[in-house]
């Protein structure tokens, strides 16, 4: 099934066991098993050049494949691919779990999310969004993405995708999509990044320390639920955002004078700096802080 001249006969054999056992019945749909057409499907994945690896490159770097019975296999076959995730969430916990012992380094849990430029509006959560992959608003699909990472191995163990609320609105779009009923709810992506991280945490999988950048960062939301989680993480704030020194104190101030309205609002007895600030100030003054 994969090329032996690419990966050697013996890593051939071992790559193929790999799967016959880490994901043995989880592509069988009554009695006719795909964990063929699933093996290809890898295969041209790896063998094509990057950015290049659609089906129709699939079927001329891979012996014996069809074009057809990708289609079926990725459209049609009632194959779970969140009992396929969470096959690969396992193994690699097993994996990690030896690479750490052998590196001394800690494992980490990784956010991100991606994006898949679309020329139509037809794929499941298309629409005009922020697409990393061009730096601009384009229309695309995004999902979120936790990877398992220690060292210089890493696999991606859990996804999501974003439903924009142009999606979630439209119920008969997401039915015509055939989205379940119980996904066709908007979430934001730091609440799928969570829901992610629950999953994954509650499989028992061993990780020292969650990462991600600003978009996570900034989601105060996520950043108390992992408090209450317990979860030590290491994730990216906006230079502009604030932050107070010293714990304030949140109170609704008297009026001032006897003119004017009653004052409403909770305010701080302190004020924030913003992070650039006390950054520089700090690099400014580097013999006050040791």
């Known amino acids: 099934m994969f090329s032996k001249t690419q990966f050697g006969s013996s890593r051939l054999t071992s790559i193929n066991k790999l799967i016959d056992s880490a994901y043995e019945g989880l592509f069988r749909v009554y009695r006719m098993s795909s964990t063929h057409t699933a093996t ?6 790896l063998r094509c050049e990057k950015g290049h690896g659609n089906m129709e490159r699939m079927v001329e770097k891979v012996e014996d494949s069809d074009y057809k019975r990708y289609i079926h296999f990725l459209s049609v076959s009632n194959w779970s691919a969140p009992a396929v995730n969470n096959a690969t969430l396992r193994e690699t916990d097993k994996l990690l779990r030896v690479q750490k ?8 849990l990784v956010l991100d999310e991606t994006s898949h430029l679309k020329k139509g509006p037809k794929s499941v959560g298309v629409a005009r969004q922020y697409a990393g992959v061009a730096g601009k608003v384009d229309n695309c699909q995004v999902a979120v993405h936790a990877s398992l990472a220690n060292g210089k191995f890493c696999t991606l163990v859990g996804t999501e995708l974003f439903l924009p609320e142009g999606w979630t609105k439209d119920k008969k779009r997401c039915e015509a999509a055939g989205i379940p009923g119980s996904e066709q709810k ?4 730091p609440e799928l990044a969570l829901k992610l991280i629950e999953q994954i945490t509650g499989a028992g999988t061993e990780f020292d320390f969650i990462g991600g950048d600003g978009l996570y960062g900034h989601n105060a939301e996520l950043t ?5 989680l317990g979860r030590f993480y290491v994730l990216d704030v906006h230079k502009d955002e604030t932050v107070f020194l010293s714990e304030p104190t949140f109170s ?4 001032k004078g006897n003119k004017g309205r009653m004052p409403t609002n909770i305010k701080p007895d302190i004020q924030p700096v913003q992070l650039q600030d006390y950054w520089r100030f700090r690099s400014d003054h580097a013999s006050l802080f040791g």
């Open 101 to 108: 012992k052998q590196s001394g380094l800690p494992t980490g």
């Open 40 to 45: 290809e499907y890898l295969s041209g994945l």
């Open 186 to 189: 908007f979430q934001t992506k």
């Open 224 to 228: 108390r639920a992992l408090d209450d």
């Open 252 to 255: 609704i101030p008297e009026r």
